[in-house]
């Protein structure tokens, strides 16, 4: 029914009512088939015209399910074809929309020679405009992983049940996935607890904002210490304390060379702490942590002896906790036990991007782009820190297991600087009380979020500054919501693209 309910949405939008082009069930043997004819069945009870292709000949069908179904269409007199009777592209060329139910969340590998032609000229239809809804998850999508053989259904939207399947939120899958939408279809809610993977939508990342009371004052929003810079890099940490005070925390230090302090002019703000960087005193560099709550360091730092006896310091001696980005996998690249063995179990974020996690492990990028969850495990589990990877589809990891994936975000945040605002905002977080890993996964969807707000204006040419400045405005359109009420009432729930509920402000 919320497959139908979709489709019926598609078709008014392209005005498609009983005696223009059919609505297509495309069906494979399974439960997912007969899930697709069931929706085909309520749209010709609707007055919608309509027939099925079943990718298995009739005599080989397997699922109870599905010989039901073609029953009761058949009853309804909905013409029913198989393979062995031709036209299968013929019709998918000549169809209105496409319900695309040949294979579920168990495929995996590549798509045999005739299902992929079938795929094939489901995506020709598709680019010419015809709409397919695919049941569960797009044919061809690994629902565990994501990934995708030599071609996938590439649908307009996607209807979920239950909960997101991790395969249709990260890459490749999620490009083939179109927007999702999610359909609880009733599951007892103790089916639905506990687990290990994990989104937010806008009102779950809400509920985790901490909360401002009337009497609040600066020293209570969290005291934020950035650790950074250096000659031709100084505006990284100036992002990364731009990223920490709009996103709410009460005081920003910089710690980085005297030398460097006059850029900091424009940004009045922002207090400094300084140490010699060519002569580090390990001393008194404990001795800036006075006041801290959180530190962000690693940004614009250069990989030399006076950043390792720096960073050496700043992640053994602060007892707090350190989101370390940039410079740190660098330093210790092929180390990243080393960066364990410092912090002793205190509190840490890493924020790699692909190619720094791969430097951190002492692998090549392509080998953590082919497997970027197992990377990330294997870097958070190393260090004992959360872990989170950079990228479209941003994922978040701790050391026993937890992962997430962020879905908000824009191609505009593909410029300099937009990794520095992550970590003082995620720094913000933390020193406002959050624990690391709700931190790293508020940090990526507000920063997805303001990159999306900013993207509205234009594809390109968008500062990391101007994202930053974002984040106040979309915070004050979202903080009504911080108080989660029950399950929205919209059946099926858009998932992606991330939208705020209905009648809030956009």
């Not at 085909?40 to 080989?60: H, I, K, T």
């Not at 360091?297 to 002896?305: F, R, S, T």
């Not at 700043?314 to 660098?330: E, K, Q, R």
């Amino acid at each position: 029914m919320a497959v139908s309910r979709v489709c019926r949405e598609w078709l008014g939008r392209t005005a498609l009512r009983s005696g223009r082009r059919p609505v297509l069930a495309v069906a494979g043997g399974g439960h997912n088939g007969a899930d697709s004819l069931v929706a085909l069945r309520d749209l010709v009870s609707l007055g919608y015209s309509g027939e099925a292709f079943v990718v298995v000949e009739e005599a080989n069908r397997q699922s109870p399910a599905l010989l039901r179904e073609i029953d009761r269409l058949r009853r309804m007199e909905v013409p029913v074809r198989f393979p062995s009777e031709g036209g299968g592209r013929h019709r998918i060329s000549h169809a209105g929309l496409i319900i695309d139910g040949i294979l579920g969340t168990g495929f995996r590998g590549e798509l045999p020679e005739d299902l992929l032609r079938l795929v094939e000229a489901m995506n020709q239809s598709a680019a010419s405009g015809i709409p397919v809804v695919s049941v569960d998850i797009p044919s061809g999508v690994d629902g565990r992983t994501g990934a995708v053989g030599r071609s996938a259904v590439r649908a307009a939207t996607t209807v979920t049940f239950g909960a997101p399947k991790w395969g249709l939120l990260v890459d490749p899958g999620t490009r083939y996935a179109g927007e999702i939408r999610l359909s609880r279809i009733g599951f007892p809610s103790a089916l639905l607890e506990g687990g290990s993977g994990s989104c937010l939508t806008i009102r779950e990342a809400m509920g985790l904002l901490p909360r401002r009371y009337p009497e609040i004052h600066k020293g209570q929003a969290g005291h934020v210490l950035i650790a950074g810079g250096s000659f031709g890099k100084a505006g990284a940490p100036l992002l990364a304390a731009r990223g920490a005070l709009r996103a709410g925390a009460g005081l920003v230090t910089l710690l980085w060379d005297r030398d460097l302090s006059g850029y900091s002019n424009a940004f009045p703000e922002v207090m400094g702490r300084f140490f010699n960087p060519s002569n580090p005193d390990p001393g008194a560099i404990r001795g800036t942590f006075e006041g801290i709550d959180a530190m962000g360091c690693g940004p614009g730092l250069p990989d030399d002896e006076g950043t390792r006896i720096l960073m050496e310091t700043l992640l053994s001696g602060f007892p707090g906790p350190v989101v370390a980005d940039a410079g740190t996998f660098s330093l210790f690249a092929g180390r990243p036990e080393r960066v364990a063995e410092l912090r002793g179990g205190k509190k840490l974020v890493l924020t790699p991007h692909p190619g720094e996690l791969g430097r951190f492990l002492g692998v090549g990028t392509p080998e953590v782009l082919k497997e970027p969850l197992d990377m990330a495990l294997s870097g958070a589990r190393k260090a004992n820190g959360v872990l989170l990877l950079k990228g479209a589809r941003t994922l978040v990891v701790d050391a026993a297991g937890r992962h997430y994936v962020n879905l908000t975000g824009d191609p505009v945040m593909a410029g300099a600087g937009m990794g520095d605002v992550l970590t003082g905002m995620i720094a913000a977080f933390l020193g406002q009380g959050m624990e690391p890993f709700e931190a790293a996964c508020l940090g990526a969807f507000i920063h997805g979020a303001a990159g999306e707000r900013l993207g509205r204006g234009s594809s390109r040419g968008r500062l990391a500054s101007e994202l930053a400045d974002e984040i106040p405005g979309l915070l004050s359109d979202w903080e009504p919501l911080s108080d989660p009420p029950p399950l929205p009432e919209e059946e099926p729930l858009t998932l992606w693209p991330v939208r705020p509920p209905a009648g809030g402000n956009r």
